[in-house]
């Protein structure tokens, strides 16, 4: 148990530290969505025709609607920056120490996705506490009522952007494959408009939204903040975790990659 524990305290700190000396990182994760926010909220309502939008238990306006989508966003670009550390670590060689150790594959990459997670979740308050200090705030409880919710939304992005690095051989591909994923994930959901809005748009495009895994990972944290809860999003965000983690073991497979003995 010890090492279990020393393990996930290591990589936990590794990715923190990783984090603390990658300043940039930070601030082009809280200006991206700030930007959405101040700026492009604006025109989207107009486009929208939106003033006020009643999905949920409250009248919220457009600028609060599209706040869990962006929180959504911020964890999503994490977790697909913190998997390219695996596949900078990978040809470094650092990855194939990690898997040698004598403690189980599956928990080394729960390790490492714990710690995304966190770091995750750190932005994500941080770019809530800015959007509160330009008005654009939330229901005080709801604040601590979407922890739960964005444990969850970060360990499925996590989960996805581990499966995305275990395919992925060189640096200079995952920023490609990272845009390829990210853009439609996020656009085609829930995140900037309601899914009834799609709708009256295309009939396909809003099947295409509502199988879009990124879609319960922010209906999740969106009925959370306005104090409601929304099991079927639940369902799907933990079904597509396990997915995904499953395909990473699969992906991260010595056997397959080569790294390591198989266990």
Request: net charge positive.
């Amino acid at each position: 148990m010890n090492a279990y524990l020393s393990s996930l305290h290591a990589i936990v700190k590794r990715e923190a530290l990783r984090f603390v000396h990658q300043r940039e990182r930070f601030i082009a994760a809280l200006v991206r969505p700030l930007v959405w926010l101040l700026v492009f909220a604006a025109g989207f309502r107009a486009a929208l025709g939106l003033s006020i939008i009643p999905p949920y238990q409250t009248y919220i306006t457009y600028e609060t609607y599209i706040v869990p989508g962006l929180c959504g966003m911020i964890m999503l670009f994490n977790g697909m920056q913190s998997s390219l550390s695996l596949v900078y670590d990978r040809e470094m060689g650092s990855m194939k120490l990690l898997l040698t150790s004598p403690l189980p594959r599956w928990w080394l990459l729960l390790c490492k996705l714990l710690g995304s997670t966190a770091i995750s979740i750190l932005q994500v308050y941080t770019f809530l506490a800015i959007a509160a200090a330009f008005g654009i705030v939330m229901p005080l409880l709801g604040y601590l009522l979407a922890l739960p919710a964005l444990i969850v939304a970060g360990l499925m992005l996590g989960a996805l952007g581990l499966l995305l690095s275990s395919f992925i051989r060189q640096l200079e591909n995952f920023a490609g494959v990272m845009n390829f994923v990210i853009f439609p994930m996020f656009f085609m959901s829930s995140a900037l408009y309601p899914l009834w809005k799609m709708a009256e748009s295309s009939e396909l495009l809003y099947t295409i939204c509502a199988l879009n895994p990124f879609t319960p990972a922010v209906e999740l944290i969106r009925f959370a903040l306005y104090l409601s809860y929304n099991g079927q999003a639940l369902v799907w965000a933990v079904l597509a975790t396990a997915v995904f983690t499953l395909a990473a073991l699969w992906g991260y497979n010595p056997a397959r990659t080569g790294l390591g003995k198989k266990r």
